[in-house]
T-cell receptor, first 113, second 112 residues
């Protein structure tokens, strides 16, 4: 069974631009969670989608948004990029949204110049 | 709110040494506890988990016991290998909501 896929793996943007990251969960998984990983703040939860509905949200500004499609694939969007948005963005998929079954992808490394 | 605190790294050990990475937590409910491992350039891999007090999680020679009385979930391994070099994250989560709260991570370096 294929694992969690994230595209692109690396991305370079400039301040003020917007970016869209994609996550394809493991086949059959209906939950996708997103995390931001930085050296200063560590791993922080962004949001979780289950069956196309946002079920939980972390403490991030409204510039960070996401969505989930009927095939469970998910995208997250960051608008008006800031230097501090440079991070590794990880997504995790799960069967029914419980934390016991979360499997992480390799991440997308975003650099904002 | 809920939080997880890990011992600071980096931790440097010789091959075959005993490993302990301390993890304590603060929780408003009754969470599950996890250890994840991150190898360079990769995402997180679930190492082990425990879902209730006194449960012991184990995998690949690593163990951790969910201690409610001391709010701890320390990671141990009897004999580390060079291939265990990675960053280890302690985390807690609840079954609804798919949200994990992570500690800051502990880098382990094992020398031959």
């Amino acid at each position: 069974k294929a694992g969690v896929t994230q595209t692109p793996r690396y991305l370079i943007k400039t301040r003020g631009q917007q970016v869209t990251l994609s996550c394809s969960p493991i086949s059959g998984h209906r939950s996708v969670s997103w995390y931001q990983q930085t050296p200063g703040q560590g791993l922080q939860f962004l949001f979780e989608y289950f069956s196309e509905t946002q079920r939980n949200k972390g403490n991030f500004p409204g510039r960070f948004s996401g969505r989930q499609f009927s095939n469970s694939r998910s995208e997250m969007n960051v608008s008006t990029l800031e230097l501090g948005d440079s991070a590794l963005y990880l997504c995790a998929s799960g069967l029914a949204g419980g934390v016991d079954t979360q499997y992480f992808g390799p991440g997308t490394r975003l650099t904002v110049l | 709110g809920d939080s997880v605190t890990q011992m600071e790294g980096p931790v440097t050990l010789s091959e075959e040494a005993f490993l302990t990475i301390n993890c304590t937590y603060t929780a408003t409910g009754y969470p599950s506890l996890f250890w994840y491992v991150q190898y360079p350039g990769e995402g997180l891999q679930l190492l082990l988990k425990a879902t209730k007090a006194d449960d012991k999680g184990s995998n690949k020679g690593f163990e951790a016991t969910y201690r409610k009385e001391t709010t701890s979930f320390h990671l141990e391994k009897g004999s580390v290998q060079v291939s265990d070099s990675a960053v280890y994250f302690c985390a807690l989560g609840y079954n609804q909501g798919g949200k994990l709260i992570f500690g800051q991570g502990t880098e382990l370096s094992v020398k031959p």
